[in-house]
């Protein structure tokens, strides 16, 4: 089955805890993106990639990284959680710029 | 500069009724919208997608009409069922530079009541 996989789906930690988010597609996609949402103001892109190696910022860059080793990876990394950083957060795939892009079932974090 | 909103964020309609979703986009070299629906403890699905070069489209159950003179998306669902309950989400495609955003309205809340 064609799908996006992110884990964990639900995390709380505390702040300044480094943590990671996985996701994983297996739809040989070569874009991928994370997106964060939040009450009243939607789904905002936090980074995108575009191809293995090849990765840069969105709309809300602060405090995330990212990489993009292998093509069907894109970790969500958060050096220094911070409790503005609380939020539901969504990965996404597509096979190119211009296609519909497929999400994954989301990751609720909650830092303390 | 670059927002896609709605015009209604809740709306209830009938099982079986007839229910419209419109959304308004700022970014007029926009050409490719796509209609998500969202439903609790679920990431964005896709319904269905239109390019800038269609007015209309159309899928099961479902239509979506693009004006591009207002900047006008609407998104028209036949027959109404209860798993039709959801938030609905237009979103611009922006793409640019081999980059892709999807910039996202705030979203409706579809009821279907019984």
């Known amino acids: 089955e064609a799908q996006v996989t992110q884990n964990p789906r639900y995390l709380i930690t505390v702040t300044g805890k480094k943590l990671t988010v996985t996701c994983s597609q297996n739809?040989?996609?070569?874009?991928m993106s994370w997106y964060r949402q939040d009450p009243g103001l939607g789904l905002r892109q936090i980074y995108y990639s575009m191809n293995v190696e090849v990765t840069d910022k969105g709309d809300v860059p602060e405090g995330y990284k990212v990489s993009r080793k292998e093509k069907r990876n894109f970790p969500l990394i958060l050096e220094s959680p911070s409790p503005n950083q609380t939020s539901l957060y969504f990965c996404?795939?597509?096979?190119?710029?211009?296609?519909?892009?497929?999400f994954g079932q989301g990751t609720r974090l909650t830092v303390v | 500069g670059e927002s896609v909103g709605l015009h209604l964020p809740t709306l209830s309609v009938q099982e079986g009724d007839n229910s419209i979703i419109n959304c308004a986009y700022s970014?007029?070299?926009?050409?490719?919208f796509i209609w998500y629906k969202q439903e609790s403890g679920k990431g964005p699905q896709f319904i269905i997608d239109i390019r800038s070069n269609m007015d209309k489209r159309q899928g099961q159950r479902v239509t979506v009409l693009l004006n591009k003179t207002v900047k006008h998306l609407s998104l028209q669902i036949a027959a109404t069922q209860p798993g039709d309950s959801a938030v609905y989400f237009c979103a611009e495609n922006i793409s640019g530079g081999g980059a892709q955003k999807l910039v996202f309205g705030q979203g409706t809340r579809l009821t279907i009541n019984p």
């Open positions: 739809m040989n996609h070569e874009y």
């Open positions: 970014n007029s070299a926009s050409d490719y």
């Open positions: 996404a795939s597509s096979f190119s710029p211009n296609t519909e892009a497929f």
